[in-house]
């Protein structure tokens, strides 16, 4: 951010005012990681702020501090709307196209609030006054930590303020494997942890909280993994009936596509996940190397993302979907091959 938008904010901060902080719909560990970051932060402040997710979230992001504080949308809406309705400053963190708030986006798009963005998304729509968009960053954990230190408070990061970046941070990387992990993001996250962030404990409570109905799925999931040689692809289908089969719950599928990339020779995979509720096949793409995933998901999925992973649906049913994925894939054979 410009040093004159830094020392305007600093300026906002110097008298208490209402603020809404709001992530993406489905909201996974960089999105309630940021958003609560930023609230712990904006709290010592003295500001008068809440997080509104715009629905639930998987229960292994549910026991970082400050969590019970988040209001649903989609469970509670009347009280959301009035919040969002008296804000004077919004911030939306982890998305930069107002339509990723799903039923929120009516409510945010007519707010006469101040906007403020702090994203790492490629292509960010300009809807907000202060726009942190940086698509070279790991997470939007790293962002808020960058913004809380521009504004010149890094000492203010306590140990729920570092336990909260931490956990989007780790979960963005992929446990620091994903390209997007730097040097600086090590350091960023040396310093939480000499914050307070147990990352031991912090790995346990996101990556070992399966349950035995997940590990039954992922077997489920493993079973129907197809693999397209001349492509270098691999893709996994889950049906709504084999989901129900296994007791699923919001997040139980988080990672199953990796599975698939980590298959020798293997640089692009996608999982198709049928919603009946919804009616959609949800979408996620992942890739090595330079191959952009969000690309391919902007092109044919309504989607989009990062070079490496993005995500997107589609409305025909899920053979419907898999054929016609199959049917693109000759057209990037090149490009795959050429990774």
Same mark, same amino acid.
């Given at each position: 951010m410009k040093k004159e938008a830094i020392q305007e904010l600093k300026q906002l901060l110097r008298s208490p005012k209402k603020m809404v902080i709001v992530p993406h719909k489905n909201p996974d560990g960089d999105a309630i990681g940021s958003t609560l970051g930023l609230f712990h932060y904006l709290k010592k402040h003295h500001q008068d702020a809440i997080v509104i997710a715009p629905n639930d979230y998987p229960d292994f992001l549910k026991w970082m501090p400050g969590e019970n504080t988040i209001l649903k949308y989609d469970a509670q809406m009347e009280e959301s709307d009035q919040l969002i309705k008296d804000a004077d400053i919004i911030f939306t963190l982890d998305f930069n196209a107002l339509n990723r708030a799903g039923d929120m986006e009516s409510a945010l798009k007519t707010s006469s609030a101040m906007k403020i963005m702090i994203?790492?998304?490629?292509?960010?729509?300009?809807? &907000?006054?202060?726009?942190?968009?940086?698509?070279?960053?790991?997470?939007?954990?790293?962002?808020?930590?960058?913004?809380?230190?521009?504004?010149?408070?890094?000492?203010?990061?306590?140990?729920?303020? &570092?336990?909260?970046?931490?956990?989007?941070?780790?979960?963005?990387?992929?446990?620091? =494997?994903?390209?997007?992990?730097?040097?600086?993001?090590?350091?960023? @996250? &040396?310093?939480?942890?000499?914050?307070?962030?147990?990352?031991?404990?912090?790995? +346990?409570?996101?990556?070992?909280?399966?349950?035995?109905? =997940?590990?039954?799925?992922?077997?489920? &999931?493993?079973? +129907?993994?197809?693999?397209?040689?001349?492509? =270098?692809?691999?893709?996994? @289908?889950?049906?709504?009936?084999?989901?129900?089969?296994?007791?699923?719950?919001?997040?139980?599928?988080?990672?199953?596509?990796?599975y698939a990339l980590s298959l020798q020779n293997i640089i692009f995979a996608a999982i198709f996940i049928e919603d009946r509720q919804s009616n959609i096949i949800k979408i996620s793409l992942r890739s090595k190397g330079d191959f952009s995933v969000n690309e391919f998901a902007r092109a044919h999925f309504q989607g989009g993302g990062h070079t490496n992973a993005a995500g997107g649906k589609s409305d025909l049913n899920l053979t419907e979907t898999v054929e016609n994925f199959i049917s693109i894939l000759p057209s990037y054979n090149k490009a795959l091959k050429n990774e």
């Open positions: 994203d790492h998304h490629q292509q960010p729509d300009d809807y &907000a006054t202060y726009m942190y968009s940086d698509v070279s960053m790991s997470s939007t954990c790293e962002m808020v930590y960058n913004f809380i230190d521009m504004l010149g408070d890094k000492a203010l990061i306590d140990k729920d303020i &570092a336990t909260c970046l931490y956990t989007g941070i780790m979960t963005d990387t992929g446990s620091f =494997r994903f390209k997007s992990t730097t040097s600086e993001t090590h350091l960023v @996250t &040396a310093y939480l942890i000499d914050q307070g962030a147990e990352h031991d404990q912090i790995h +346990n409570d996101v990556m070992d909280a399966n349950s035995f109905e =997940r590990m039954q799925l992922l077997g489920c &999931a493993l079973t +129907n993994l197809k693999v397209i040689p001349e492509s =270098r692809t691999a893709y996994i @289908t889950l049906s709504q009936d084999e989901l129900n089969k296994y007791n699923y719950k919001k997040g139980d599928t988080e990672g199953f596509v990796n």
